[in-house]
Every structure is written in structure tokens, then in C-alpha cells.
């Protein structure tokens, strides 16, 4: 028998998975709006107001930032990852090993293959719908700065599909829900605190400092913080670049240990 | 007409292996169109090792297997599109209305929005749940589950019907209502493969059996031509005999099982076990009846317990 590469299983209808998604999503597409339009408030509140009046300014490329302007694009950095490495774990586990709705697929014409890049896809689409709000609420604080802000949408896409990709490895080895508190713990946990969301990288030792380069969280919030501040430059393509490599590196890795899984 | 002997399945020396146990072991078969074909086999026998492999699920370790003549290495997509699968669970979609269910898998087929409402609700009145349809399919029976899961599986018109244990777990109501319902398809010409392991499913639907143990076949045949062959005509079945009727059966060849407590005695016809073992020895625990596919399985995989 002849091993086909992983990718050449994907046909177009990996949409037909996608738009399943969809379909459950609009059905409490209340619930999942509220989330990403409070989320922010009560953030930009804690943060803004509270700790503001004791940090009132952060370096930033040589000036100095408002911490309400150093945050805000962090948030929706965060946002993007939670969004789609938490649908591409815990809610395509679910769909997997509980609900079985990938068994129920893979009798149609779709291939596995089909339907872990339709649940990827989703989880990014689902970043994407999530920052469209985020952006929308911290525009009205007048922290995103357009037309720069509008390039935040492809980002969101962007690293929603990274964050997929390595939600969904975990979710092809994972033995049961509860142990993705450990790449939770060990993966997100930190790049949520160290990747230059609440403070800036530079105030950490110089070996946590090269560590942080390695997180693609720290190139997700520093282009998020390049558009909301409209300052492009040269070398944030290589930020753009590492994530779209490390999604490269991710994704056939995603549908490697699904089908190691899930065939038999 | 020659045209109804079109092979649909073809399988010729199927085997499944992995983790080193061999769950399918050199199986040949075929299912011709329009036909009705059980798999029957004791927990493990490999029933659903087998068409696990129809589907694509599990890839083959070996042999040869074609599916409306193409190969299903070559050929999966094309293959699975014009098959329905019910599956031994119930993998309906939690998330989605009865309606939603049937609507949203007809996606997966590419099937026209327009065609699908039309065709979904006919299915649901098909199977009697029209009445259900903006239901949670949570709040439905373990019956009508099943009942949903067969219209899920015939959302594309298929050409061929896959069911792995389709009652298993139902009462005798629901099992009924299935089996009606599979009764009309095959009455329509739908070919069917089944496997199960209750012996009135298998008598009632099937026209033509393959019995599996340990992953081969054991024998393969007609329902009736099997009880014949294996089991006879008549079944006495005597409870604590005495050693009478044991030299009576053994002096004259009757095929029996002999228990530790129980003698069961198959006849055919022309022996005329009733007048012959009934009437003489026939005095306390004794049950005369015809010979079943029942008997022909457990004289064929033993009556040791499974797993």
C-alpha cells in the first residue's frame, strides 16, 4: 500500500465540517458574543483603572505607551489564542470522544483528513469572530489606530490557525479531557504572562528574554501592538513569517496523530 | 436477468491485524445486488473488523476488496459516497435538532439545500418522528435514536446499506419497528449487509448468512439450507436423561449435543425424532420444537462464553 501524504487527503469539503460548526454556533451566537464583548471591559477596567494609576507608562520602541495602549492589543493577542487552542482541545475533543461526530463523518465522503482541517479552520474562524468584536469594543476606547488596525482580522486568522494546529496535536494524543490541564499549564499558561502581554519583555533576564522570542504568543502580541499603534515596520514580517511557518510545522503534525488515533 | 447478480461487495481474503491480534483472518465474501446479507458471529468473532474496512475506518493489513467494482484503496470517496452506514453506536449530533441532523449530514454528501428539507422530512415520516423533528435528539428514545440513525443513513439514496448490530439494545417494540422499516428498503431492492448476533434478525432479514468465528467463516449459506444442514428438521431437548436415552441416540446416530444436565437431540425429517425420542422419553423436562438458527450457531461456535 502506498503512503499518501497526510494533505492529500483534504478535498473542499473540509467546508462541510466548518460550516457544521457554524450551524451549532449560531444557535447560542448570543452566548458567544457576550465573551469576547465583556471580556475586554472587565479587563481593560481591572488593568486600566486599577493598576493604570500605579504604571502609567510602558517603554515601547523607544517612547513611551499609555499601559491602556500597551495592553489593549495584548488582549486580543490572548484572545486569539484562547479562542482557537480551546475549540481545537477541549470542543473538538468533545466532538471526537464523547459526541463521536467524527465517526458519524468519516462514513460520508469526507476523510479524516477533511474533518480535523474543518475543525481547525473553524476554531480560527471562531478567533476571527471573536477579535472582529474585541476590536470593535477597544476601538471605541480609541486605542486601535486605522487603517493599520484592520490588518488585525488576517492576523487573528493567522495565529487562530496556529494555535489550532497545536490544540488540536495535543488533542491527538491526549488520554482524557481533564489532562489538558498539563499543555494548558506548561504551553499556555506561561506565553499568557510572559510574552510581553502585561509587561514588557525587556524588564526579565536576558535568558528569558531569548525564551520569550521562541513563543509565538510574544510575535502575535507584537504585531498586534505594531497595528494598534499604526507602526509598521520591516521586521515584524518575520514575526508574520514565524507564525506561518510553525503553523506549516503544526498542522500536518495535527493530522498525523489524529489519524494515529483515530484509525485503526 | 443477469443484471441482479452484479457483485456489490467482492472480498477476497481479507485479513485485519493490529497490536499484533488478528481480528479478521483470510475472510471471502460477496454481497450481490439487491441482496440481504448477515454477518453473524459471537462478541469478537470480527463482524465489525470487517465492514470497519468496507468503510474506509480501518485500513486493511491484506487481501483484496471491491465495493460497486471499485477498489477501496483506490476508490474510498467514491465508494463511501453512495453508501449509508449505521453504525453499532448512536453517533447522532448531539448539538443539532432531529431535523438539523438529517439537514446538516446531507451537507457532508454534497446533496442541493432545496433537495435536502424535501428528502429529510420524507425520511422522518418515514421512520415515524415527522412529529419530533425540532427535538433535541437527547430527548429521544433509545428506539428512535436508532430509527433516526437508519434515515441518517439513507439521507443519499445509497446503493448499498451497511448496519452493524442495528437492535442491539432495543426492546422488542423498537426492535420491531426497525426491522419493519428495513423490510420495506429490501423490499424496495436495497442492497443490505447486517451483521448481528440475534438469530430472529438474521432468519427474518437476511437471504443469505455468514456465520464468523475468531475472524474466519465458519460456513455461509441460506437460513433454511443452515438449520437443515446443521440442526436439522425437529429438536428434542431433554433435561437430567438417563442413560437410556443416550444409548438410544448414540445406537441410532442421531446428531446431538450431549450437557452435563440436558441431552439435545436434532432430526430430520425422515427420522421422525418426535414419535421416535418424544413419545418415550418425554415424561417430565422435555421441549419439543422445530430446529432454529439458534441452534445452528451454538452447534457452531460453541457454547463456551465470550470474552
Known amino acids: 500500500m502506498i503512503k499518501k501524504l497526510p494533505v492529500a487527503n483534504i478535498s473542499l469539503r473540509f467546508i462541510r465540517v466548518w460550516s457544521r460548526n457554524l450551524t451549532v454556533y449560531k444557535k447560542i451566537w448570543l452566548v458567544n458574543f457576550l465573551v469576547p464583548l465583556f471580556e475586554p471591559l472587565l479587563y481593560l477596567a481591572a488593568f486600566g483603572v486599577g493598576l493604570s494609576t500605579f504604571i502609567e507608562k510602558v517603554p515601547y520602541h523607544g517612547k513611551d505607551l499609555p499601559y491602556l495602549d500597551f495592553i489593549a492589543p495584548a488582549l486580543i493577542a490572548i484572545t486569539i489564542m484562547y479562542n482557537a487552542f480551546f475549540e481545537n482541545t477541549y470542543a473538538s475533543f468533545v466532538r471526537m470522544y464523547y459526541q463521536k461526530t467524527f465517526d458519524a463523518i468519516m462514513a460520508t465522503p469526507l476523510s479524516l483528513e477533511d474533518v480535523i482541517t474543518g475543525e481547525i479552520v473553524w476554531g480560527a474562524t471562531k478567533a476571527l469572530i471573536a477579535t472582529v468584536i474585541m476590536l470593535a469594543v477597544i476601538s471605541l476606547f480609541g486605542l486601535v489606530s486605522y487603517p493599520e488596525g484592520l490588518l488585525i482580522l488576517p492576523l487573528a486568522f493567522l495565529g487562530g490557525l496556529f494555535f489550532g494546529t497545536v490544540g488540536m496535536s495535543f488533542t491527538g494524543v491526549i488520554p482524557s479531557v481533564d489532562m489538558f490541564n498539563l499543555p494548558i499549564f506548561l504551553f499556555i499558561t506561561p506565553m499568557f504572562l510572559f510574552s510581553g502581554t502585561f509587561f514588557p519583555v525587556s524588564g526579565l533576564p536576558q535568558w528569558a528574554q531569548t525564551l520569550s522570542t521562541v513563543f509565538p504568543l510574544t510575535h502575535l502580541v507584537d504585531l498586534s501592538r505594531a497595528l494598534c499603534q499604526g507602526n509598521l515596520q520591516p521586521g515584524l514580517l518575520w514575526s508574520v513569517l514565524y507564525l506561518m511557518l510553525s503553523t506549516a510545522v503544526c498542522f500536518p503534525l495535527a493530522l498525523i496523530l489524529m489519524r494515529r488515533r483515530l484509525i485503526q | ?307
Open chain 2, 1 to 307: 436477468m443477469t443484471e441482479t447478480r452484479t457483485n456489490i461487495i467482492e472480498a477476497i481474503n481479507l485479513r485485519k491485524a493490529y497490536n499484533g491480534f488478528v481480528a479478521v483472518d483470510g475472510v471471502s465474501f460477496n454481497l450481490l445486488k439487491g441482496e440481504c446479507l448477515g454477518l453473524l458471529g459471537p462478541n469478537g468473532a470480527g463482524k465489525t473488523s470487517t465492514i470497519r474496512m468496507l468503510y474506509g475506518f480501518s485500513p486493511m493489513s491484506g487481501g483484496i476488496l471491491r465495493v460497486f467494482g471499485n477498489d477501496i484503496e483506490v476508490g474510498l470517496r467514491q465508494i463511501k459516497s453512495r453508501l449509508g452506514v449505521c453504525q453499532q453506536e448512536n453517533n447522532l449530533d448531539p448539538d443539532l435538532s432531529v431535523l438539523e441532523n438529517l439537514q446538516v449530514f446531507a451537507r457532508y454528501f454534497n446533496i442541493p439545500r432545496k433537495e435536502t428539507r424535501d428528502r429529510a422530512l420524507q425520511l422522518l415520516k418515514f421512520i415515524a418522528l415527522d412529529h419530533r423533528k425540532d427535538d433535541k435528539v437527547m430527548s429521544l428514545s433509545g428506539g428512535m435514536m436508532r430509527r433516526l440513525v437508519l434515515a441518517r443513513a439513507l439521507i443519499n439514496n445509497p446503493d448499498l446499506l451497511i448496519l452493524d448490530e442495528p437492535t442491539t439494545g432495543l426492546d422488542p417494540q423498537a426492535r420491531h419497528q426497525v426491522w419493519e422499516r428495513l423490510e420495506m428498503l429490501r423490499a424496495n431492492g436495497l442492497s443490505i449487509l447486517i451483521t448481528t448476533h440475534y438469530m430472529e434478525e438474521a432468519s427474518r432479514l437476511c437471504d443469505r448468512l455468514i456465520i464468523m468465528d475468531q475472524g474466519k467463516i465458519l460456513v455461509a449459506g441460506e437460513p433454511a439450507d443452515l438449520i437443515e444442514q446443521y440442526a436439522g428438521d425437529h429438536v428434542v431437548e431433554i433435561v437430567n436423561p438417563d442413560d437410556e436415552v443416550r444409548e438410544l441416540v448414540e445406537s441410532r446416530g442421531f446428531m446431538h449435543d450431549s450437557l452435563e444436565h440436558r441431552i439435545i437431540i436434532y432430526g430430520k425429517k425422515a427420522e421422525r425424532l418426535f414419535e421416535v425420542v418424544g413419545e418415550q422419553f418425554c415424561r417430565q423436562t422435555c421441549v419439543k420444537r422445530m430446529a432454529s438458527l439458534e441452534d445452528v450457531f451454538l452447534r457452531l461456535t460453541g457454547r463456551e462464553l465470550r470474552e
